[in-house]
């Protein structure tokens, strides 16, 4: 258990989750790939505070991006339920709408 | 060692689940090999000594997965059971855009030269997690309070399709609601 | 950078209970197990003396061993096209689900894992069911087993939040999420008694997540057994203990959480825990029949508009007097 180890650890979750978030066209598959994103976001905080800086009020960064991740799902369920009922898309590639 | 061992163990796990959700032909199997891949880090961040947080992880993702399944079943325009599938695009670019992050990272990880450890963890972490919350960064609940109820407000302005002239009529003057389901406590 | 010496052991400074060597996790399991067993020949018992009709197989306090032997000796039937992993994963994860929560709870001075935040690991392995009950009614393939398994997810919703608000009032007097300080800091008045809300919507919730009692629709004969339609043989019997396996971790939580632990006259501290455990399984297996069924589809608005609003006052009671009494 060093700080490497947990880092690359999360390194190859964040860099799964990318692939997952860009390679996807269901709006729920990439909704997955972003929480498998902050996933690893939380792994490596986790790491630095214990590894680098073990501070009593280090451990708050934590719930900051849990609370980020329920905001992510939340709104990404809302967004989905609305695309779905008003044009019946479930893919990316139909709500391209804010592209140019 | 033991430890060592466990910990590389969960990581493995971890990696391996997360990578399955993009490889699996069921929606089911997807979404629980997301919770799998969240309860392994959760445990790993139990052994680095942040019980707390690492429970929560496990608490509130297990739970996130169990409705993610429903919505997934929901909303793919397909077959979710085991029917193989491939929904992707641009598979080549998202294949090297997350090879080529790795890549970059796990050369940041291995060439920067860390510092070493600085102070000690406190005695009772989650204790003093929460002297943290409601003490010098009470700031930060402060703030995620709020967005949490703005996000509960927009997520239903966003999800729901009725509205309150359609409950209450357009005068909003009708004193039941017109729901097509009724509640459980005599509305 | 060198390696960091891990404090193996997450355990929780000047503790009030004594960790044993994890060898003693069978000795935890076999307590579950009997309790089990004394739940279910209690069902039996109830069920035979409601005049439940003449059933298969035992009835009466036999029926937990009848009910074994006939499904042993059932031949394990599959459906079209199941997702055999999920399906037997679900099924199979109730008992281990029971037992990670039996682990956190002290009988009397000992624990097998003395963890800091016993009364959240808990609170995680009760929603670890809402994943294990959906797979199971999804891993068949089967509409009904679907169905409830969907009926359960409806439930949860509406029980889950006021449960995790229930446990919320012990640690907050406690001022600890640790269950050896939450028993016994209860020296004298137990938490049942001035946090009464909390505990009945607690004894809900473990009916809910045993899927117990009100709580049964997602496995009603309606739909032909809802999450268990499919099941047969070994795997419904595993399903089953895993049923009373929760139901029996759940009144175990009970005893140090709201029923003072080992608190009491004469008798050893291990012994009451027992006791207190036996009492609080009998209430409940009791209760099976005397209380309503919930609608799946209604049961949400009552436990957001009638249970959570009162949990909330009794946690923001204890917490009034927590503060003014410190």
Known sequence: MTLEATLLIAAAIFSVGLYGAISQQVVVMVMMGLELMINAVILAAAGFWWFLAPAPTGQVLLLVVIAAMTLEMAMGFAVATLLHRERQADMTDMATDLTR | MVADIAFWGLGLVAVISGAAVFYVDSMARATYALALSFVAVGLQVLFLQQNYVGVVTILMMVMEMAIMAVYMVMFMGMNPALTPMSMVHSNRTAVATAVLTFLVLAAGILLVDWPTRRGSPPPEVTVSLGEALMGPKMLVMAVISPVMVATIVAGVVLAAHRTRYDRFGDDLKQRTPEDPQRGGVGR | ?326
């Open chain 3, 1 to 326: 950078m060198g390696e960091l010496a891990l404090v193996q052991s997450p355990g929780v400074p000047d503790s009030p209970v004594v960790t044993v060597a994890p060898g003693w996790a069978l000795g935890a399991v076999a307590i579950l197990g009997a309790l089990v067993l004394v739940a279910g020949m209690l069902d039996g018992a109830l069920s035979a003396r409601s005049g439940g009709g003449p059933g298969v197989g035992a009835s009466g306090a036999a029926r937990p061993f009848g009910e074994a032997a006939r499904l042993m000796r059932q031949r394990r039937r599959t459906t079209v096209q199941a997702d055999t992993l999920l399906w037997r994963v679900g099924g199979a994860g109730l008992v281990v689900t029971a037992a990670l929560m039996v682990a956190v709870i002290p009988l009397g001075r000992w624990t097998i894992f003395d963890l800091g935040v016993g009364v959240m690991w808990f609170n995680a392995m009760d929603v670890l069911v809402w994943a294990l009950v959906w797979l199971t009614g999804w891993g068949a393939n089967s509409v009904h087993s679907l169905v409830g398994g969907y009926r359960f997810l409806a439930h949860g919703l509406g029980y889950e939040l006021p449960l995790m608000f229930a446990l919320v009032a012990p640690a907050i007097a406690a001022e600890s999420l640790n269950v050896g300080t939450v028993a016994a800091v209860q020296d004298g008045l137990w938490f049942a008694v001035w946090m009464p809300v909390a505990f009945l919507v607690y004894l809900l919730g473990v009916a809910a997540f045993s899927v117990w009692g009100p709580f049964a629709p997602a496995l009603g004969s309606d739909i032909a057994g809802g999450v268990r339609a499919e099941l047969s043989g070994v795997d419904g019997l595993v399903f089953e203990t895993g049923r009373y396996a929760l139901l029996a971790a759940g009144a175990a939580f009970s005893v140090p959480m709201f029923l003072g632990g080992g608190a009491g006259p004469l008798l050893p501290d291990w012994a009451w825990v027992v006791v207190k455990m036996l009492a609080v399984l009998s209430l409940l297996v009791w209760l099976r029949r005397r209380l309503p069924a919930f609608r799946p589809d209604t049961f949400m608005e009552v436990g957001w508009m009638v249970l959570l609003p009162a949990v909330l006052v009794q946690d923001l009671l204890v917490a009034v007097i927590a503060v003014w009494r410190a």
